[in-house]
Nanobody
Framework: QVQLVESGGGSVQAGGSLTLSCAVS????????MGWFRQVPGKEREGVATIYIGDDISGGSTWYADSVKGRFTISADNAKNTLYLQMNALKPEDTAMYYC????????????????WGQGTQVTVSS
C-alpha cells in the first residue's frame, strides 16, 4: 500500500522560510517522478515543482512553476524515501494546502493527474 505523508507546514511571516517533507512508503521504483502541488479554496490545484528520480542521465531533473522559481527547491533523499520542498522568501500568495504526489509518468505529474497523493499540509504566510 502506497502512502505519502506530508509534514512541515505551518504559519510564517512574509520573507520567511519553511521546509516541507513527504515521507513515502510502499513505493519503490528505480525511475519515477514526484511533485509538489498546492491549492487554495475555490481555485484549481496547481503544480509547484517536479523532480524526476532515476538512475539514468536525467535523474535529478527538476521543473518549477514560474511563480516559485528562484525561491523554492525540490529535492529527494532516496535513502530516506523522502521528498522535500525548501521554500524561501515566502509571500502571502504562497498560502495554500500543499500536497506531494508520485507517479511513474512525468506526463501525469505535469497534467496534474498523478496516481498517488498525500493528504496535504497547510502553509500560511502572513504579510
Amino acid at each position: 500500500q502506497v502512502q505519502l505523508v506530508e509534514s512541515g507546514g505551518g504559519s510564517v511571516q512574509a520573507g520567511g522560510s519553511l521546509t516541507l517533507s513527504c515521507a513515502v512508503s510502499g513505493y519503490t521504483y528505480r525511475r519515477h517522478c514526484m511533485g509538489w502541488f498546492r491549492q487554495v479554496p475555490g481555485k484549481e490545484r496547481e503544480g509547484v515543482a517536479t523532480i524526476y528520480i532515476g538512475d539514468d542521465i536525467s535523474g535529478g531533473s527538476t521543473w518549477y512553476a514560474d511563480s516559485v522559481k528562484g525561491r523554492f527547491t525540490i529535492s529527494a533523499d532516496n535513502a530516506k524515501n523522502t521528498l522535500y520542498l525548501q521554500m524561501n522568501a515566502l509571500k502571502p500568495e504562497d498560502t495554500a494546502m500543499y500536497y506531494c504526489a508520485a507517479d511513474l509518468s512525468i506526463l501525469d505529474i505535469f497534467l496534474g493527474k498523478p496516481k498517488y497523493w498525500g493528504q496535504g499540509t497547510q502553509v500560511t504566510v502572513s504579510s
